[in-house]
């Protein structure tokens, strides 16, 4: 049973760049949240797909935009980089509707 | 929206001992109230959780305290190993009629256990 899988594992950015994250989620979920993690801080809601739609968001700029395909899988897109973007994406999946969420690896930013 | 304290950031304890890290929160209407253990480099990864309508829950050497009065809670770990250290979160979430809300989570404690 394959677990929530992220990609890419590491990336390097330039500021002002784009980029996209993708994210499979745990077999059998169908609703993705991505969180962003800052070094020594802890993991901050960005915002949950559902049914192919954004359900809810937190506190991040409109540069944050996210998409969810028919297999459930997602991507988040990040536009216009800044340096403070720099961290670890972590992408959860869980059941609509339920509150238990499991977490990929994460795919580790950096904006140069 | 809702706001997730945490204590200790740091937590030195001698191998054997328990380690106790509180949380609070600020939203009365938040039901659940899970912990993550995260690894250096790794992921989080839940160890255990708690619903408000349960007072405590108990897994093996750790177990999750909640007071809804008091809007707080806590983690317990008894008998620590080394494999324990790592950075432990706590987080809150309500159910709000359809999706659970995205978590709150703390700041995190880093958890130390000396031999």
């Known amino acids: 049973d394959a677990g929530v899988t992220q990609s890419p594992t590491h990336l390097i950015k330039t500021r002002g760049q784009q980029v996209t994250l993708r994210c499979s989620p745990k077999?059998?979920?169908?609703?993705v949240s991505w969180y962003q993690q800052a070094l020594g801080q802890g993991p901050q809601f960005i915002f949950q797909y559902y049914e192919e739609e954004e359900r809810q968001r937190g506190n991040f700029p409109d540069r944050f935009s996210g998409h969810q395909f028919p297999n459930y899988s997602s991507e988040l897109n990040v536009n216009a980089l800044l340096l403070g973007d720099s961290a670890l994406y972590l992408c959860?999946?869980?059941?609509?509707?339920?509150?238990?969420?499991?977490f990929g690896e994460g795919s580790w930013l950096t904006v140069v | 929206g809702e706001n997730v304290e945490q204590h200790p950031s740091t937590l030195s304890v001698q191998e054997g001992d328990s380690a106790v890290i509180k949380c609070t929160y600020s939203d009365s209407a938040s039901n659940y109230f899970p912990w993550y253990k995260q690894e250096l480099g790794k992921r989080p990864q839940l160890i255990i959780d708690?619903?408000?309508?349960?007072g405590e829950k108990k897994d093996q050497r750790i177990a999750v305290t909640l007071n809804k009065t008091a809007k707080h809670f806590s983690l317990h770990i008894t008998e620590t190993q080394p494999e324990d250290s790592a950075v432990y979160f706590c987080a809150a979430s309500k159910d709000n009629g359809g999706g659970a809300d995205g978590l709150t989570f703390g700041k995190g404690t880093h958890l130390i256990i000396q031999p």
């Open positions: 077999s059998g979920h169908d609703t």
């Open positions: 708690i619903r408000s309508n349960v």
């Open positions: 959860a999946s869980s059941f609509w509707g339920g509150n238990t969420i499991y």
